[in-house]
């Protein structure tokens, strides 16, 4: 999704550190990159398609947009805005690429978000007389603060480029992070939040902000977060935070314990294998840290008080965290004995839910910033559930809006193709339903001891399958079933949404078509599919439902289905035609063990497909709008 940095500097140019910043953002999706900087004269604004790199190659080339100003000022300048854009309102061009200015040619401005009266705007604005020179919704912005500022300055001689920005918003619908720049001899900066993120912090050298924290931490882990509706005014030495009505609030920095270092590849290829090979550490961090006696320590909005109330719970999510919420609302009912329901983030906020009282509404999410997510976290607050969040994200929407919050721990995640989020949320989901267990007396604390047990001996599993053996097993299989004509993960009880999982992956990674199932609905048309020449991975671990899986491959067999086999139950990998063996553990657990050979399956067909595994084609990170 589209990223915002920007700077105000004291005493030295801001472009290279806006430049980095945005390097930092990569990772998040995007297909076009520009950077504005605030001169004497006005704004000299630099864009391209593409990676950052052509950005970077035009910021060496002679001639700039405003051909009277010269390169030397713009790599020189104190201030500056920065963007990476994924496309919305227009195709990935020069034109449509931000930062987008006035006609005076003395404002510009980046954005990441929707403005749904766009078109309304634009012929007003057109109307009286402004050029566009986009396609993009964003482009509107800067001419209504172009012109709230006109008008501020008819009425009182002069305006700050805050009160502009404020007075502009009023009329804008929809959801932004902006950072906005006017030039002149003391230039200005502000930013503006209603919706996706955006934070700030100072250090000796000046203020920055960004839409991602991790473009922060190179300058400082005490960051503001802005609130939805906020208005900052960055100086280099101090920020200032104002409400739409003008009144001045204090937002008060927070320690990050992120690490700069944490996004770097450690000595991996792709931050994707090493967020995979992360993952006996970070379920021994979160683990770690919530086992208590008896009980899991979730702490102090998981309070008996509010959860003996609890009738249901209704999870949330999208994607690979539905997928998690998905083996949550097993775990739930299973071990909590509380009826639970899952439903996509995106589908929910558009039925007309029904929530009895009692209702626990868990969002699962590892960036805390997915519109849909966060949209029905808010719906159901409104029809007056207690909203609950599973999140990797600190001081993310997500965790500031929740009233109970489990965060993750799994470290700053980059590889865009989720992993060891998923793997921490399935173990936050299991935590939160022994939590939930026993403060409703279905658990005692012998059970929770037993349970947590479980839970936490799959460090040591998690070990094995990313030990070199399975790597190595995974990469065979991964080079014999390359060509297959299609793949069909199959799965059943808790391990279903595994399944769902591992064809995520791999469509993601590598973009060849895969279907995920419960295996026990293969039958019902899935089956038609089956031939020689189409791969059909099998998740199964002993427990419950191990032998009615077992017929499911059967009939794969039966059928010339190329059938691999993922988990622990002796019988299923004795008929499998391949085999990735997955240590033995208790069910409600073993999905975490068993999406790990799929995600390294995915990793590994991607590589021979020559994929771009960390910035696969037309995906992004983190979801902000829509
Ligand atoms: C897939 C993937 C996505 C996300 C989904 C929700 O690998 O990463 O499906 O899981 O976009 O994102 P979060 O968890 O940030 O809410």
Redesign the pocket.
Known sequence: MCGVVGAILRDQPALEGILDGLRVLEYRGYDSAGVAAALPEGVAIRRRAGRIEALRAALEDAALEDAALEDGALSEARCGVGHTRWATHGPPNELNAHPHSDQSGRIALVHNGIVENHQELRRELEEQGVEFRSDTDTEVIVHLIARELERLEGESGEAALADGVREALKLVEGYYAIAVLRAGPEPELVAARQGPPLCICVNEVGAWLASDVLALLPHSREVVYLEDGDVARLAPSHYEVFRPDGERVERSPEEIEWRAEDAGMAGFSHHMQKEIHEQPAVLGRTVAARVGDGDADLGSGWSDSELAKLERVQVL?????LHAGLIAQFLIEGLAGLPTDSDYASEFRYRSPRLVPGTLALAI???G??AD?LAALRLAKELGCHTGAICNVPGSSLVREADSVLLTDAGPEIG???TK?FTAQVAGAYLAAVRLGRARGEIDALGADTLLEALRGVRAGLEVVLGDETVALVKEVARSNQDAKGFLFLGRGVNYPVALEGA??LK?ISYVHAEGYPAGEMKHGPIALIEPGMSVLVVNSEGGVAEKVRSNLEQVKARGGRVIVVGSDEESLALADERIPVPATSEWVSPILNVVPLQLFAYEIGLLKGCDIDKPRNLAK??TVE
């Open positions: 999510g999208c994607g690979t965290a999410s590892q960036s910033e997915t997510t865009v193709a989720s989020a995520l992956k993601e983190s979801v």
